[in-house]
């Protein structure tokens, strides 16, 4: 089992930044994962937004972020972040942190093995 634990969500205005943070534990695999944050609007699809490979350690960032937010990982301390910058009222969502072992890279349909709680941002305009 793996545990996500997510931290940062909150309410900023439009163009504020926010940090998300994940730490991760229980049965990792640090040498093959692939890690993400979603999000999920109220009436929207789950959409991811940022994902982390271990496939050459890279990351993808979808196009209605890009440029806006950053992924990161603390190897150190098993913790995922998402940097969040320019906000806009359409990013207002729930955040999820997601993990899959044994994998170096997550196809844009791959189902995440583990889920975090979710952490709420809300963006005024």
């Known amino acids: 089992q793996v545990q996500l634990v997510e931290s940062g969500g909150g309410s900023v205005q439009a163009g504020g930044s926010l940090r998300l943070s994940c730490v991760a534990s229980g049965y990792l695999i640090n040498s093959r994962f692939c890690m993400g944050w979603l999000r999920q609007a109220p009436g929207k699809e789950r959409e991811r937004v940022a994902t982390?490979?271990?496939?050459?350690?890279?990351?993808d960032i979808a196009d209605s972020v890009k440029g806006r937010f950053t992924i990161s990982l603390d190897y150190a301390k098993n913790t995922l972040h998402l940097q969040m910058n320019s906000l806009k009222p359409e990013d207002t969502a729930i955040y999820y942190c997601?993990?899959?072992?044994?994998?170096?890279?997550?196809?844009?349909?791959?189902?995440?093995?583990?889920y975090g709680q979710g952490t709420q941002v809300t963006v005024s305009s």
């Open positions: 982390f490979y271990t496939r050459g350690t890279t990351t």
């Open positions: 997601a993990y899959s072992g044994g994998v170096d890279w997550c196809s844009a349909g791959h189902r995440f093995s583990f």
